[in-house]
């Protein structure tokens, strides 16, 4: 059955601190690894899409690399409206495309 | 270009109720996804439609079905409403089943059973 597990659940940061989110997946045929953001109370927000191991994504202050088994999400020097809950899926390539989700990241960005 | 609409935004039903829920794609996307998500957790997939077709199912009962009408639009139905299904129900588009195959979702139908 498809995985996908996301560390840490929850992680504060200081205004300008970088980290690096982690997702771990178990996808039979990857057919896309996708990064979201939510906000609370509203739909997730389209961020990046990786299709291969080596590939990278970048937009603003987010980076997020895919190898064959993990994606990170990279942040450089966050800022407090990057708060957010950031969610990882997988897409796998049966029969039936099936996008599997992880429970998210919550991110603090305090200023 | 208007993103993927929801409708309705709340809904309050009681134990045993049927209640129906409506999406309208991003203009051109032909394929519709729907998710339910329960607070803390991540998005759980329901149903997949491409060209009005079924193209895949989650692990729920058969007390939710969902249909993809000519304009793409979608109405997913839940009958025999419990407790626990309360929840977040997100509708996600895309352009199709092959590459670029990310998927755009709307704002969400939070449906409450008491």
């Known amino acids: 059955e498809d995985q996908v597990t996301q560390s840490p659940e929850a992680l504060r940061l200081q205004e300008g601190e970088s980290s690096s989110l982690n997702c771990s997946y178990t996808v039979s045929g990857l057919r896309g690894l996708f990064w979201y953001r939510q906000d609370p109370g509203k739909g997730p927000e389209f961020l990046f899409t990786l299709y291969s191991a080596g590939e990278e994504k970048e937009k603003e202050r987010l980076k997020a690399t895919l190898t064959k088994k993990e994606s990170f999400l990279h942040i450089t020097a966050p800022k407090p409206e990057d708060s957010a809950t950031y969610l990882c899926?997988?897409?796998?390539?049966?029969?039936?495309?099936?996008?599997?989700f992880g429970t998210g990241t919550k991110l603090q960005v305090i200023p | 270009d208007a993103g993927v609409t929801q409708s309705p935004t709340h809904l309050i039903k009681t134990r045993g109720q049927q209640v129906t829920l409506r999406c309208s794609p991003i203009s051109g996307h032909k394929s519709v996804s729907w998710y339910q998500q329960v607070l803390g957790q991540g998005p759980q997939f329901i149903f997949q439609?491409?060209?009005?077709?079924?193209?895949g199912r989650g692990n729920f009962p058969d007390r939710f079905s969902a249909r993809q009408f000519p304009n793409y639009s979608s109405e997913l139905n839940v009958n025999a409403l419990l407790l626990g299904d309360s929840a977040l129900y997100l509708c996600?588009?895309?352009?199709?089943?092959?590459?670029?195959?990310?998927?755009?979702f709307g704002p969400g139908t939070r449906l409450t059973v008491l």
């Open positions: 899926a997988a897409r796998n390539s049966g029969g039936y495309q099936k996008v599997t």
């Open positions: 439609y491409y060209e009005k077709e079924e193209r």
């Open positions: 996600a588009s895309s352009l199709g089943l092959d590459r670029p195959n990310e998927q755009f």
